[in-house]
């Protein structure tokens, strides 16, 4: 039987160090393959951690490709589960936010600071 593999599971696979994808469904492992596609390793980056049915179709893969993909499957997302359509790229925005959150927190911090320094200034003349 082939093992259950959730989408959340798969969409934390989208780096070059692993890379899943789902077609149709079943899940693949195609880390090892990725210097070997002759498609290029880019294209299979690029969906990396995504539904990559649409893509692979697209492309009318020849009858060996589709033969090739059973080598790499390593299990099927739940039954009646599907890939989510966000691109998991929104690590970026967070960190932009938290950035942003500590900038705005800096210059408030510092105007307070200047304003007590003034004040004790102040009040010493
Ligand atoms: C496990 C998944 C995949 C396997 C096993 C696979 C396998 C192959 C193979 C064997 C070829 C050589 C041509 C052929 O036999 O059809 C090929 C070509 C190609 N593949 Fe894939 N592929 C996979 C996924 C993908 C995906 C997801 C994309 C797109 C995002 C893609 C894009 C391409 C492109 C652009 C070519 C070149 C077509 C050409 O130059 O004629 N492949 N792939």
């Not at 070059?16 to 789902?22: E, L």
Request: charged share 25%; hydrophobic share 40%.
């Amino acid at each position: 039987m082939s093992k259950v593999i959730t989408s959340e599971e798969v969409i934390k696979h989208n780096s070059n160090d692993s890379v899943w994808m789902v077609i149709r469904n079943d899940v693949y492992d195609v880390t090892s393959f990725l210097e070997e596609h002759p498609g290029g390793e880019e294209t299979l980056l690029e969906v990396a951690g995504q539904d990559a049915t649409q893509a692979f179709d697209d492309v009318g893969h020849s009858e060996d490709a589709k033969e090739l993909l059973k080598k790499y499957k390593i299990g099927s997302l739940p039954p009646g589960e599907t890939m989510p359509n966000v691109v998991p790229q929104q690590k970026p925005n967070c960190c932009e936010k938290v950035k942003q959150i500590v900038m705005v927190s800096s210059v408030v911090a510092g105007a307070i600071l200047v304003a007590i320094v003034l004040r004790k200034y102040l009040a010493s003349n």
